[in-house]
């Protein structure tokens, strides 16, 4: 069983900057693909960033230029480092796992969807006030 960690979520204000942090069960350096998707009330789930076994990154293009994911293998954890942060990035953020082999491009449209070898966190709540 895939265990995930989330935490670094918290309160800012527009232009800020927050850093998440995932602790993984599994190695990193593995085949898993990871990421992050968020989900606001009402809204639909939307993959942030993704990052695949090759150390390939994808971002959604609400958060390009904006958002950076990262992933430490020696601590088996993943990040997302948040800058410049504005009011529509507030949502709770899921760190995911996949054990399917997929590219960065692909992983994260899969971050969060109920298909067998997904996995993602309880989340870490993210609101960015004006």
């Known amino acids: 069983q895939v265990q995930l960690v989330e935490s670094g979520g918290g309160s800012v204000q527009a232009g800020g900057s927050l850093r998440l942090s995932c602790a993984a069960s599994v190695y990193t350096n593995n085949n898993y693909y990871m990421g992050w998707f968020r989900q606001a009330p009402g809204k639909e789930r939307e993959g942030v960033a993704a990052?695949?076994?090759?150390?390939?990154?994808s971002y959604a293009d609400s958060v390009k230029g904006r958002f950076t994911i990262s992933k430490d293998n020696a601590k088996n954890t993943l990040y997302l480092q948040m800058n410049s942060l504005k009011p529509e990035d507030t949502a709770m953020y899921y760190c995911?796992?996949?054990?399917?082999?997929?590219?960065?491009?692909?992983?994260?449209?899969?971050?969060?969807?109920?298909?067998?070898?997904?996995?993602w966190g309880q989340g870490t709540q993210v609101t960015v006030s004006s």
């Open positions: 990052i695949d076994s090759d150390g390939s990154t």
């Open positions: 995911a796992a996949g054990s399917t082999r997929l590219s960065a491009e692909i992983a994260i449209q899969a971050l969060g969807v109920w298909i067998p070898g997904n996995y």
